[in-house]
């Protein structure tokens, strides 16, 4: 091997390392602007890599008008996206502050995040609490019943939350997603035994700290009856996983994957915070009654984080429940899913791991150089949106990355090397 | 007088035009559908060259991999 390839080895087993040593817990929930003081009035974070008004999809622009309104930054809808038009709102990538959030990936200052912290490199990620199913805010829904659920999750169970978890001490996340894995989720499109872990360790905290019954009766029931409760949670945990493996020089490992309706983006360890985009693409899948693929919008949110750290699509056979929810094939197919993504991984996690697969560590590491050489994409478990804003979700299915991300990375890589 | 006996070489060359074929397809999957929609089993293999077969690319990673 020669001298750079060399280099790049030992880059790689660094950040391999670093991903298999990390210890995210989740330790507090709190406003959006006290876990991140660079959010202001008017700024409004996103899911993807950057993206400006014009280019935004349908639901998008959706839960912009929507979150302006709950912010009360607008009178109504009409008069948000007056003013998101004429440039009244500053739009960045969650990515950029710590944070990511699913499809549309709203984050602003009034918003409860939950804050996972990284025991073994001190950093901290953030996510806000996931809203359930049907017309929310991240699949671009933005009428009063969802803006009076968000002012619930800030008032009442982002606050609940957090005094349980200051109470508590914390949950260690590495342990749930273990288990998690051993009752078939993927943490993507399904999460209900790593919900019901959660709500299992948080419940006696909640109660000790409840300062009112019904409202404590409230909060058991939402967590209780969201069976993707966990999945917000699971992208703080692989933000916090990931960002102390960026800048890594000479690492081809993947630190980000991520979309925003309509571009996908990738970061990689040795260029550090540098986007990589295409297109995004079409998930294929199931659709609710009522609704077809006319009715879809292309790929959206920061979701595949959990992807990025080997769960998701890239443990689809722990989970076979959800190759048949997404569209995917048999249940016995699901694992050739996670067999092709170890193609394009540099080892395995051996505390995550699959009973399905005799107990292979779920891919770690999504090495830039193996995705182009062998042409396999990471596959993404998705939930998929309307296209048009207001609407919501309306069906789950899978979607491949990009190739033109890895292949522009790879070229930046080559040059930063000095051999392009 | 005894008749020459058949070396395995023989049997194998002998098999190979008497019994059904065995299959192997590498890469391009409709030939395999095809031989399939005509009753003919055949094993495929996932397989495309480096890089899709962009050349420029193939030469950054044999810089990068090897």
Avoid at chain 1, 5 to 14: D, L, P, S, T
Avoid at chain 1, 53 to 68: K, L, N
Avoid at chain 1, 84 to 104: Q, R
Avoid at chain 1, 242 to 268: K, L, Q, W, Y
Wanted: glycine share 12%.
């Amino acid at each position: 091997m020669s001298d750079l390839v060399n280099k790049i080895a030992g880059a790689n087993e660094e950040a391999v390392r670093r991903m298999l040593a990390a210890d995210p817990v989740l330790i507090d929930v709190i406003p959006a602007n006290e876990a991140i003081p660079e959010l202001k009035p008017g700024m409004i974070l996103h899911a993807g890599p950057p993206v400006d008004w014009e280019r935004m999809c349908g639901p998008m622009r959706g839960a912009i008008a929507g979150i302006a309104v709950f912010e009360g930054w607008a009178d109504d809808l009409a008069d948000a996206e007056a003013k998101a038009a004429a440039g009244a709102f500053d739009f960045h990538p969650n990515h950029h502050f710590s944070a990511v959030g699913p499809m549309t990936g709203m984050t602003t200052i009034s918003q409860p995040v939950m804050v996972v912290e990284n025991r073994t490199f001190g950093n901290r990620a953030y996510c806000t609490i996931n809203e359930g199913l049907g017309k929310v805010m991240r699949f671009g829904g933005n009428d009063a019943e969802v803006l009076d659920r968000l002012r619930w999750l800030r008032d009442g169970l982002g606050p609940a939350i957090g005094a349980a978890l200051r109470e508590m001490g914390g949950v260690p996340l590495k342990a749930v997603v273990a288990r998690g894995l051993t009752m078939g989720d993927e943490m993507h499109q399904r999460n209900v035994g790593c919900s019901g872990l959660m709500l299992r360790a948080i419940s006696p905290a909640l109660a000790r700290t409840a300062a009112d019954t019904q409202e404590l009766a409230r909060a058991l029931a939402f967590i209780g009856g969201n069976d993707q409760f966990f999945l917000n949670i699971a992208m703080a945990l692989g933000k916090a996983m990931m960002d102390p493996v960026r800048d890594i020089e000479g690492s081809t490992v993947v630190t980000a994957m991520s979309r925003n309706g309509t571009d996908f983006g990738i970061r990689v360890s040795g260029t550090g915070d540098q986007w990589f985009t295409a297109p995004v693409e079409m998930p294929e899948g199931l659709y609710f009654p009522g609704y077809t693929d006319a009715d879809a919008n292309p790929d959206m949110g920061d979701s595949t984080i959990v992807e990025t750290i080997g769960l998701g699509g890239f443990a689809m056979a722990a989970a076979p429940a959800v190759a048949g929810f997404v569209g995917a094939g048999s249940a016995s197919e699901a694992a050739n899913f996670t067999h092709a993504m170890a193609e394009i991984a540099l080892g395995e996690n051996p505390e995550w791991t699959i009973p399905a697969l005799d107990y292979q560590g779920v891919p770690t590491g999504i090495d830039v150089r193996l995705v182009v050489e062998t042409g396999v994409a990471p596959t993404i478990n998705t939930g998929i949106a309307h296209r048009e804003p207001g609407v919501g979700q309306v069906g789950a299915g899978v979607v491949k990355a990009p190739l033109g991300c890895f292949e522009q990375a790879l070229v930046a890589l080559a040059e930063r090397m000095g051999v392009a | 007088m005894m008749p020459p006996m058949m070396s395995m070489a023989d049997d194998a060359i002998d098999n190979l035009f008497s019994a059904p074929p065995k299959l192997v397809n590498v890469g391009l999957e409709s030939f395999a559908e095809e031989l399939t929609a005509q009753g003919v089993e055949v094993v495929q293999v996932d397989w495309s060259p480096p890089a899709r077969g962009d050349a420029r690319l193939a030469d950054l990673l044999s810089k990068l991999s090897w």
